[in-house]
């Protein structure tokens, strides 16, 4: 059948129209400024080959992990991991989901109830929303990284809700800023709300991630870092209490519906998390990241620049056709950045989305940069 309904044929005409139609492209030989892949965990022969020799050494030759983790999944090796990651992130408890997205869907579709109230910043990423659109309880948004509107609409709600949950994002993954944890935390304190940080983009970047960078593990009440940035894997783990670990277990339906991870894939991430430990590929990123920003402002071009400390960095350029067109240039130039284009961000902020990695080199940070200024005063 090759017929589709109407509606949707409309809807792909539209994105088409406005230059936002999303295709999948293969990989190309370019200089990577586009990728996840800060630190250049994903690529490393070295993790991949410990990955393997844990699993021989313990005699794992298993592909699959055959059910969900309730089921037949519940490898050893979670408990491994799990145990490895409250200790290093000095949390009471760990739980391993299949990815960050399946962790939002699984927090904030199962904890906030009916008569709570989350509190999100305007920008948090689509699977928070998409976790929040399954809840029962109500939520409103806050400006960005605006925490007196944020104090404002906790104290409009204070008096009728069972509880308030507060949500952000240490580094936010489309501009590259952070909210003030500090600030953050005494708010939340001040009016007993419950804090929750997503981690993904602060892992790696800022050692085992802003909160922890910040020594504010104790303030939160839920942190959720990912695997499959910085430490090029694929995964993730909601930080928390024993109370909160066994709670996702028992009403988490991401969690309780959907099959584990493969052996090889916990392997991998135990592996990532030790070469962690005593890299030195976080300082270099530091170092790649402190350049960037003095060569914004060597080439002029701080001010179309987001502010940003972390290893994001976004190019406002508004319109579709004219993001994607510098970001063809670029790829002429030999350069991979791709063009992040409205609806993913509001329009008219359309933007080159520039991820550094330990890898850069500084002659390339340098040079894309110059290309990005002559692309965009022409």
């Not at 909160?244 to 309780?256: A, M």
């Amino acid at each position: 059948m090759s017929r589709i309904p109407k509606k949707l044929l409309d809807k792909l005409n539209n994105r088409q129209a406005n230059d936002a139609l999303r295709q999948l492209s293969l990989p190309e030989n370019l200089i990577d400024f586009s990728s996840n892949d800060y630190l250049g965990f994903a690529k490393s022969e070295l993790i991949f080959q410990k990955a393997h020799h844990h699993l021989i050494s313990n005699n794992t030759k298993q592909n699959g992990a055959t059910g969900s983790r309730l089921l037949s999944g519940n490898h050893n090796l979670y408990k491994v991991l799990e145990s490895h990651l409250k200790s290093i992130h000095k949390a009471e408890s760990a739980l391993v989901f299949n990815s960050g997205y399946d962790a939002n869907l699984g927090i904030f579709s199962s904890i906030p109830q009916r008569g709570d109230i989350i509190l999100y910043d305007e920008l948090i990423h689509a699977s928070i929303r998409d976790g929040i659109s399954m809840s029962n309880a109500k939520s409103y948004k806050f400006k960005h990284n605006d925490l007196e509107h944020l104090e404002k609409l906790v104290l409009q709600n204070t008096s009728t809700a069972n509880e308030i949950y507060i949500v952000t994002e240490s580094v936010f993954s489309m501009d590259g800023d952070s909210p003030d944890l500090n600030a953050l935390v005494a708010l939340a304190n001040k009016h007993n709300c419950y804090l929750i940080i997503d981690e993904a983009h602060a892992i790696g970047v800022f050692g085992y991630g802003l909160v922890q960078h910040l020594n504010l593990e104790k303030e939160i009440f839920i942190r959720l870092i990912t695997f499959s940035k910085a430490l090029g894997c694929h995964g993730a783990t909601i930080l928390s209490n024993e109370a909160v670990k066994d709670y996702l277990i028992n009403f988490s339906r991401p969690f309780i519906y959907t099959t584990a991870l493969p052996p090889h894939s916990l392997a991998t991430i135990i592996e990532a998390y030790k070469e962690l430990e005593h890299t030195m590929q976080m300082e270099t990123l530091q170092s790649n990241i402190k350049f960037f920003n003095s060569e914004l402002v060597k080439h002029n071009l701080e001010l179309k620049f987001i502010p940003s400390n972390s290893a994001i960095h976004c190019c406002i350029i508004p319109g579709n056709h004219e993001v994607k067109s510098i970001s063809e240039q670029l790829k002429l130039e030999g350069y991979n950045v791709k063009p992040i284009l409205s609806p993913t961000v509001p329009l008219h902020s359309e933007r080159l989305r520039i991820c550094l990695h330990s890898y850069n080199s500084k002659h390339e940070i340098s040079e894309i940069l110059r290309l990005i200024a002559t692309f965009t005063n022409s």
